[in-house]
């Protein structure tokens, strides 16, 4: 049985996947770099989420936002999304269209300008995003967990950072982000569809030249904590609770059954927790 992918480095440590795919007619183009809220210093919490918004400003080959949204024109979709832990760049296209979608992520991800011009819009635009969150009560309860079980940690404290640090933000903040953490050792490429022959050659071209080095890490987690946060907001006839515990390694064989576990309790609308609560 043939693989069904194909990972490989470039020599300067990025790292790279390829889906060969020939039966479909699209491709999708990823850049994913491992650094999220986690990786976060408190002072700039929330900054890994803002510089994803800021990327479609304007990059180095593609100075305004109408330039970096030109692939919608090819009919492509294209998006970016941060987590704790993770941030990345994608988008599908037509299978002919491959290298301008590579192009764009790769421009994306590497060689944003954070034009000040745009920085007090996308500022206005972060903050409504995190009024919106207050008003949910299922994004409020979650966030508290965090808290609660992640005191003294990154872990704990919002992707989407808190208002009072956003307000305080800069220019010079970002660029400084970005250079410690986009580096070639936390960069992965990945590519899926109709690949054309070239697909190699290009991906090195365009991602073997960012600089290597490894990126700022993060704290290891102690104990998770213990207590109980009350969020009490008036926003619904309903009442959300959420109670963690701690779980298993990530290489745990165990994890497994601990996933079949979580869809059993909690998953879908015959989970147990649904039929004895709702």
């Known amino acids: 049985m043939s693989k069904s992918f194909e990972f490989y480095r470039l020599k300067n440590g990025v790292r790279v996947v390829l889906v060969p795919m020939s039966g479909v007619k699209s491709v999708g183009v990823g850049v994913y770099v491992g650094t999220g809220s986690r990786h976060e210093t408190e002072k700039v919490n929330g900054i890994s989420h803002f510089l994803e918004h800021m990327v479609f400003k304007g990059t180095k080959k593609f100075p305004t936002p109408a330039d970096t949204s030109y692939l919608e024109g090819l009919g492509a979709i294209q998006n970016a999304w941060t987590d704790v832990d993770a941030t990345a760049y994608w988008c599908k296209l037509p299978s002919d269209k491959w290298r301008e979608g590579l192009e764009m992520v790769k421009e994306l991800a590497l060689y944003p300008t954070i034009p000040s011009k745009d920085l007090e819009i996308e500022r206005g635009v972060i ?3 995190i009024q919106r969150r207050n008003d949910r009560p299922d994004e409020l309860v979650a966030e508290g967990l965090q808290a609660v079980m992640f005191p003294n940690s990154a872990l704990g404290r919002p992707t989407l950072g808190r208002p ?108 147990r927790l649904f039929m004895e609560l709702r």
């Open 127 to 129: 903050l409504e995003e």
């Open 164 to 271: 009072e640090i956003i307000k305080g933000l800069c220019r010079a903040d970002f660029l400084r982000y970005h250079q410690s953490q986009y580096r070639s050792a936390n960069v992965v490429v990945s590519l899926a569809g109709n690949l054309a022959s070239s697909v190699k050659r290009s991906v090195a071209d365009w991602f073997g030249k960012l600089p290597e080095g490894k990126a700022r890490g993060f704290e290891k987690v102690g104990k998770v904590g213990r207590g109980l946060k009350i969020v009490n907001k008036k926003l619904a006839n309903q009442a959300h609770v959420e109670l963690g515990v701690q779980g298993v390694n990530v290489t745990d064989p165990r994890r497994f059954a601990l996933t079949i576990l979580t869809s059993y309790l909690g998953q879908g609308l015959s989970s």
